[in-house]
């Protein structure tokens, strides 16, 4: 047989060397590139030693190889395998058929027969193992083809019994990827004597070696995920395979556990030594649930994790994970958390401890105490007083995903969770706080619960602090002293961290809203006001009244009797803070202020409307008053530009329209200015020093216009194309500048040349959207661009000249919604007088923390820059792991920057601040143009609008104080 | 019957004074070698008369093993090692060979220098003991001589408190000293491995009870000081220097650190300071998150807590101080007491049990109105608070590490008896495995069935196996060999090897059995019959009609000759080696039942 094989090998390979030659004749041009197999052969006959054919085969495998040249190389490969002698050839050699199979394209059909015949002579396990290996990548790649699947499943089952535990690992593995799914198939295959997968699976759980258990199990687990539904006889074998002494073995028989449980919730098994019977999904939680106390930690992660997805266990094995039965001289004893509910509904409060009041209560009937097999007892209990943070996660998030679940579960963990808060890892309390934000719809705070829970306020980690915040904006508080303290701790954190302000605000507005009726009856006290007496009217600028404020105003928009209790400077406070921060404060209807709030229906959206209209009033104006003197134009201009930016600062909603839109008129300004200038009348040589005015507006027309493309979120490519046209202006402003102050007409070919090509590949990329430009100045552009193109630089310029002066400018179209990119660096503060000190040549670094809005892709665009007194600048890329994502839109830089510099004399100030980066390949306007344009407008577009990369500074800079020392000898 | 004797000296049925004797397969070990807090007289030391009454212990004992620096496992050693007279190995942990000196010296500081007693060991004597230590890491076995080898697992408890593995041959014993199952703020929880010993001896000081998780007693503790430091009171906190003040401090210096509170911590001096310095080397012994941190800063490194002098303590403000000792019987915490107890704001929290007659049990028995020396009156009215930070397993935890060891049977020590009681009850009808629990003095013998290893030739392994089905690790197999003893040593062989060494030559053994036959037909037609049935009956087996009229059955033979006096009646020989002697007698009853009528 394996003559017969090699023969046949041989003579197809012969064939492939005989196209080869064919080749070498016929085209000459191919013989620089010859074909890796003949390469490989050559290489292969010429090896002396083992080692040298090693050697050639590990240089092979790091070249890829055609899809075409792959079966002859197989072939190769194959003559050289029944020849070798040396088992670590033949091993390498396995190994790159399974890495040619892979090759994408390539259909490994015609080297089955092959690979399985491979397997019959070979002795070595280590090689035995590899080829089968090889086999599972043929059979992943052919899963379409039954009856291959059947041969190499078949193939394996024959392998099973070798006494190697690799050979049986890979046999059982390739079974569970390949064996057959469907009851079809099976039912057919039985006559090719094909067994019941399922059962030879099972029968290798109890191998000698633990390798090959795990993997029966893994290959079960891998049946399943296919499709097959899983025999429930497997349940006691799995339960057997959890006292296993292997680690690998009891975490894969964990999940095949839960697998089951998941199969067949309902069917029903006996406990064993009683005549009890109860559901297998319970029968199986309290096994995991006993799983969590295992000796080995990936173990318990494992059932810590899984007992969180078993949704069907019924509430009072569920319950029972929360209750490690406390004892104490066998007599019962309550937990802690018992008494402190008593202590609470006793309405005691706080009283000190005495000593034995822990003590514990009646006598427990020794005989009934269960030590061990208790089951689910006290599953949670041990889980999250793990030694591991990994287990104590993994139990957290499985609290949080039963108690969304349960609701009465929800209602008993939260104790449990209340303590995690305390956990001496930050990553382990910041979960608990989360999970506890997810299932706050199922629960109310008690007052000792929420006292704990406002502990951690004071926490010096922001982003605990915040995730608190979270928490307290969707929690439900009982009483109106839970309001009282909630209040008073968070003005406490206040103080005690200004830089919470925000969050707190916020979290403030939901405590008000959610809790109209608690918060009546504190308003006298929290606005301190008195029956008889005036009191003293309070700062308006104090964050602590603001958040006083803020949760009194929004509890009594649902509350129509609140305002009754104001005084008359809380009106007053009230119409200022609806102005100021109307993200916080709601629209009230109150009953002494009808003008403010009667004319228009209370709807919100009404107030929405009239800034709204007023901003686009203002830019009707100006687009229709564009034939006034151009002393008028300017004036209007500059009147619209302060009334956008005005109204970008009151109405934060609009803010990104309105600058945007002030910008863009900036532009339109800018241009206006530069071109009412007096050079133009003048001749040339005399005013070289007034046209510094011109250029310069020429160069912020360009950063403005990149700004406007780059900086705002929600920018279409109407805008795009506006935004390119006025960046084309400030070019041929610069054109024609450059134009009027250098002497000699060389320079001016390039110049002409490049602008030229500018407006050709603006044509190109904004096809589409040229008929909505009539009359601007691109439209009579293009409409002398026969003439442009023969004429003289000297030419071209008075004719951009005259264009540019008698060209209208555009109506920008405005978008639905525009946001501007910002950033606002928290710390360093810049307010330290103390100089940072460091040994020069040494680094320091500094914590920087940031938050950014409306940033797309902030991992590759945002950058840090340090400016240093001396004007060396420094850019630093954040790592993507510093930037966090708190909201939709919202990051949150946090990332240390090292600073190092020579030494000075004295301290001094540099300057940090963020930086937007940019690069107009991967601008907007390139990627949302429609297909054919791009496709065709790809490989003709000019080098220089194709990468211009640059940053713009969005962030306003920070001043440090540093002070690098001289190194000491 | 191989057995393991255990005699506990000290610990049996009792707290204190742990010392227990071991005999394992002729080697014997003495675990922990403590002293009793409760007796000034002789009954502080376990009686070492009972291991030899004359003559050195070097000679009876092969090794002393200490499991972890508290006095009651170790506060015995010198006496015993110097004075007794004891020159063999003594094993501890590095932690424990580093602490246990220093609380040795303190405890005969206190003996002698205040109490003044004599015939005490010296310091001298303390400092020759340490030299007869061996220092072990965390699961290094340590080869005490040929045979006896130990291996230490983490415990818990305290710093370097280890369980100690005794293996001889096969047999083993588990010893735990004092264990913890729940990890606190600065050691992990006990772990062990699915050793199997044949006996575990494990303490049970919390046999019954099961206690509430530690998170809700930290929280308090942590509740109680933020509130009375926020409102400007002053917090004692008597503690005795090494374990839980180490856990109290870590518990309050990271949460000063995540609270960024400013007011001082001190601890009083004294033998802190050097045991805090080992804490800070020994940080692999630590839990994981001390151990992952300590790159950046070595939690022991405090802050925020500073030591404390004297002078600090009428400072105003708020302020959180350790005092020494831990029941405000005597010096400095009482001191700081007797200063702070006229004032409401200030706290003091009591972290461990405190023996009747203190001051510290006075007042967590709520009475409010000292007496003092010199008959002055003290009115307390700083709150009192209690709090219990205990390192030791409760109930569950001790059936949590019955569980992960899965020993063959259990002995109780360092407990109560009544208590003992009822953990051995639930050890046994939950393990089924025995359960001890001797007095001081009494000896336990505990069977052990050791299993005893055999050598076998590979090519009898291979040829056995490849005989057999699939081999299967759970159940016993049968296989032929021939057992060599020779010199101390077991060896399996091949019948034809064992021959060959041996020089004997082969013998056959041959049984031979005639079978009567009713067959009034002719021998080669009933030896027809014969061969037909057999044929049918064992169809897997090869059957074959030999040309000289005689049947073969694998290798057995078959003949037929007539009976030489009844024709009827036809004799079968049936003639097999002893090595198919399954077959043979099977055959042989097969045909005594006669051919079936059918064929005929």
């Known amino acids: ?969 | 019957m191989p057995e393991i004797k255990v005699t506990p000296l000290g610990a049996g049925q009792d707290v204190g004074r742990s010392c227990i004797l071991v005999s394992i397969a002729g080697k014997n070990v003495m675990l922990d070698c403590g002293m009793h807090m409760g007796y000034n007289d002789d009954r502080r030391f376990p009686d070492f008369s009972y291991i030899t009454q004359n003559g050195r212990l070097t000679d009876f004992l092969d090794c002393v093993i200490i499991s972890h620096f508290h006095l009651d496992h170790c506060g015995a050693l010198p006496y015993f090692s110097e004075m007794v007279g004891y020159d063999g190995p003594i094993y501890m942990t590095h932690p424990t060979k580093a602490i246990c000196p220093i609380l040795l010296e303190d405890y005969r500081k206190i003996t002698v220098d205040k109490k003044g007693e004599i015939n005490f060991f010296t310091s001298q004597m303390i400092k020759d003991c340490m030299k007869k230590v061996v220092a072990v890491h965390l699961h290094q076995t340590v080869q005490v001589d040929e045979e006896l080898e130990i291996k230490a697992y983490y415990a818990g408890h305290v710093l370097g408190a280890a369980m100690f593995q005794i293996k001889v041959g096969c047999e083993s014993v588990v010893y735990t000293g004092d264990y913890n199952m729940t990890p606190d703020r600065h050691l992990g929880a006990a772990w062990i491995d699915k050793c199997r010993p044949d006996l575990l001896i494990t303490e049970s000081t919390y046999a019954t009870t099961i206690r509430d998780s530690k998170r809700c007693r930290e929280r308090d503790f942590l509740k109680k000081v933020h509130e009375t430091v926020e409102r400007g009171g002053k917090v004692l906190i008597p503690v005795f220097a090494l374990g839980r003040a180490q856990e109290l401090c870590i518990l309050l210096e990271t949460f000063w650190e995540r609270m960024n509170l400013k007011a001082p911590i001190y601890f009083s001096t004294g033998l802190t300071e050097k045991a805090n310095h080992y804490y800070k080397l020994f940080i692999t012994w630590t839990n994981q998150k001390i151990r992952k941190t300590f790159v950046q800063r070595n939690m022991f490194e405090f802050k925020h807590i500073k030591a404390f002098d004297r002078a600090f303590a009428d400072n105003p403000g708020p302020m959180v101080v350790f005092a020494t000792p831990g029941m405000l019987h005597a010096g400095q915490s009482l001191q700081i007491f007797k200063k702070w107890a006229g004032n409401e704001k200030n706290m003091v929290i009591m972290p461990g049990y405190c023996v009747q007659g203190t001051v510290g049990h006075k007042i967590l028995s709520g009475q409010r109105k000292l007496e003092m020396e010199g008959r002055q009156i003290l009115e307390v009215k700083m709150q009192v608070e209690y709090m219990s930070f205990s390192a030791h397993a409760d109930a569950k935890g001790i059936m949590q590490l019955i569980r992960q060891a899965e020993p063959r049977s259990v002995l109780l020590v360092h407990g109560e008896a009544k208590k003992m009681e009822f953990l051995k009850q639930k050890i046994e009808q939950e393990f089924h495995v025995n359960c001890y629990m001797p007095a001081n003095g009494e000896t336990t013998t505990v069977f052990t069935n050791p299993s005893i290893p055999v050598d076998i030739s590979l090519g009898l392994l291979k040829r056995e196996t490849a005989i057999g089905l699939l081999p299967d690790v759970k159940k016993p197999q049968l296989m032929h060999g021939t057992l060599i003893m020779k010199d101390n040593s077991f060896r399996l062989v091949s019948p034809e090897q064992a021959l060959k060494e041996l020089g004997l030559a082969e013998h056959q053994l041959r049984f031979t059995c005639r079978v009567h036959l009713q067959d009034a037909r002719k021998e080669h037609e009933t030896v027809l019959r014969v061969y037909n049935h057999l044929k049918g009956v064992l169809k897997d087996y090869s059957v074959q009609h030999l040309p000289d009229g005689s049947i073969t059955v694998e290798s057995i033979l078959i003949q037929a000759t007539a009976h030489s006096e009844d024709q009827g009646t036809k004799v079968l020989l049936v003639s097999w080696t002893y090595q198919d002697e399954e077959l043979g007698s099977y055959l042989t009853s097969l045909l005594k039942k006669g051919l079936p009528s059918s064929t005929a």
């Open chain 1, 1 to 969: 047989m394996a003559a017969h094989l090699k023969k046949r090998v041989y003579e197809e390979f012969t064939k492939v060397v005989q196209q080869q030659h064919e080749d070498l004749s016929t085209k000459k041009l191919r013989l620089t590139k010859p074909s890796k197999s003949a390469a490989l052969h050559v290489d292969l006959c010429k090896a002396t030693s083992p080692a040298d054919a090693l050697q050639y085969l590990l240089q092979f495998a790091r070249k890829p190889v055609e899809v075409e040249s792959v079966e002859g190389v197989v072939r190769i490969l194959l003559e050289h395998y029944y020849k070798e002698n040396d088992a670590s050839v033949r091993l390498k050699i396995a190994s790159l058929l399974g890495l040619l199979s892979k090759t994408p394209g390539f259909s490994p059909d015609c080297i089955v027969d092959d690979a399985i015949n491979t397997l019959q002579n070979e002795k070595s396990h280590q090689v035995l193992a590899q080829l089968l290996d090889t086999l599972l990548v043929i059979g992943m790649k052919l899963t379409e083809n039954p009856s291959v699947r059947m041969r190499l499943v078949d193939v394996a089952c024959k392998h099973l019994t070798d006494s190697s535990h690799g050979v049986r690992n890979k046999c059982l593995q390739l079974i569970g990827c390949l064996g057959p799914v469907e009851k079809g198939v099976a039912k057919e295959a039985e006559s090719q004597a094909a067994k019941d997968v399922q059962k030879i699976i099972g029968d290798h759980f109890n191998d000698q070696d633990p390798r090959v258990r795990t993997a029966a199990i893994k290959a079960m687990l891998q049946l399943h995920e296919r499709g097959l539904k899983l025999q429930q006889a497997i349940y006691n074998q799995a339960c057997k395979l959890l006292a296993d002494d292997y680690e690998q073995v009891r975490s894969a028989a964990v999940q095949l556990i839960w697998v089951l449980s998941q199969l067949y919730p309902e069917s029903i098994v006996p406990i064993p030594s009683s005549n009890e019977e109860i559901r297998l999904v319970d029968d199986a939680f309290g096994k995991i649930c006993h799983m969590v106390s295992d000796g080995s930690w990936v173990v318990r992660v494992q059932a810590a994790k899984l007992l969180g997805s078993m949704q069907q266990v019924s509430s009072h094995f569920l319950e029972q994970t929360l209750d490690k039965k406390l004892m104490s001289d066998l007599r019962r004893k309550r937990t802690a958390h018992e008494r402190a509910k008593e202590l609470y509904s006793s309405g005691e409060f706080s009283s000190g401890r005495k000593w034995g009041d822990d003590a514990p209560k009646e006598e427990i009937d020794t005989g009934a105490v269960n030590l061990i097999e208790s089951g689910a007892c006290g599953a949670f209990v041990h889980g999250l007083e793990d030694e591991m943070y990994e287990v104590r996660i993994a139990a957290v998030e499985a609290l949080c995903m039963l108690a969304q679940s349960s609701p009465s579960f929800a209602e008993k963990c939260l104790d449990f969770l209340v303590d995690m808060f305390n956990d001496e890892i930050e990553e382990v309390r910041l979960q608990s706080i989360h999970t506890m934000r997810k299932i706050s719809n199922n629960i109310t705070l008690r007052e000792d619960q929420l006292d704990t829970v406002l502990a951690v306020l004071e926490d010096s980690s922001r982003d605990i602090r915040e995730a608190l915040h979270e928490l307290l904006c969707c929690t439900n508080v009982s009483t109106k002293e839970g309001i009282h303290l909630a209040l008073v701790e968070l003005l406490k954190n206040l103080t005690k961290y200004p830089t919470d302000r925000e969050s707190i605000w916020k979290c403030l507005k939901f405590l008000g809203s959610r809790h109209p009726t608690l918060v009546l009856p504190l308003v006298p006290e929290l606005l301190s006001t008195h029956p008889f007496f005036d009191t003293p009217e309070p700062d308006m600028d104090d964050p602590a009244y603001i958040a006083v404020l803020v949760l009194i105003f929004n509890a009594a928009k649902s509350c129509p009797t609140m305002p009754a209790l104001f005084s008359d400077h809380t009106f007053r406070h009230y119409a200022y803070l609806r102005d100021s921060l109307s993200h916080l404060v709601p629209p009230l209807r109150l009953p002494g202020r009808k003008l403010v709030s009667s004319p228009v229906s209370p709807s919100i959206a009404s107030h929405e409307d009239p800034s709204q209209q007023f901003l686009h009033q203002s830019l009707e104006r100006v687009y229709n008053l564009q034939h006034l003197d151009p002393q008028g134009i300017q004036e209007l201009l500059e009147f619209t530009i302060r009334d956008l930016q005005r109204l970008g600062e009151l109405q934060s909603e609009l803010a990104g329209m309105a600058d945007f839109t002030a910008t863009y008129l900036q532009c339109q300004l800018l241009l206006i200015k530069a071109l009412q200038e007096k050079l133009w009348s003048v001749a040339a040589p005399l005013y070289l020093k007034q046209n510094a005015l011109a250029s310069a507006a020429a160069k912020q027309i360009l950063e403005e216009t990149y700004k406007m493309e780059f900086m705002y979120s929600g920018v279409e490519s109407s805008q795009v194309v506006i935004i390119h046209h006025m960046r084309l202006q400030a070019k041929a402003l610069q054109l024609i500048v450059t134009a009027r102050t250098t002497r000699g007409v060389e320079p001016l070919f390039g110049m002409c040349e490049k602008f030229l090509q500018e407006v050709d590949s603006f044509q190109r990329c904004f096809i589409s959207e040229l008929p909505h430009m009539q009359g601007s100045f691109v439209d009579k552009l293009l409409d002398l661009m026969p003439r442009l193109v023969t004429s003289k630089p000297s030419e071209v310029v008075k004719i951009l000249q005259t264009t540019l002066r008698q060209s209208t400018f555009l109506h920008l179209p405005l978008p639905e919604q525009l946001h501007k990119a910002t950033a606002n660096i928290i710390e360093p503060t810049g307010e330290s007088d103390n100089p940072l000190r460091f040994t020069s040549g040494l680094v320091v670094a500094l914590d920087v923390d940031a938050t950014l809005e409306h940033v797309q892709d902030p991992q590759g665009t945002v950058k840090v820059q340090v400016l240093y007194p001396d004007g060396q600048a420094q850019i630093i890329h954040p790592k993507p792991a510093d930037f966090r994502n708190p909201g939709p839109g919202r990051h949150r830089l946090i990332t240390q920057v090292y600073l190092s510099h020579t030494a000075w004399t004295e301290p001094c100030q540099i300057e940090v601040r963020l930086l937007l980066a940019y690069n107009s390949n991967r601008s907007k306007a390139s990627a949302k143009m429609p297909k054919p344009t791009w496709s065709e407008s790809l490989e003709a577009l000019p080098q220089s609008e194709n990468g211009i990369e640059g940053t713009i500074p969005f962030s306003k800079a920070v001043k440090v104080y540093i002070m690098p020392k001289p190194a000491r000898r």
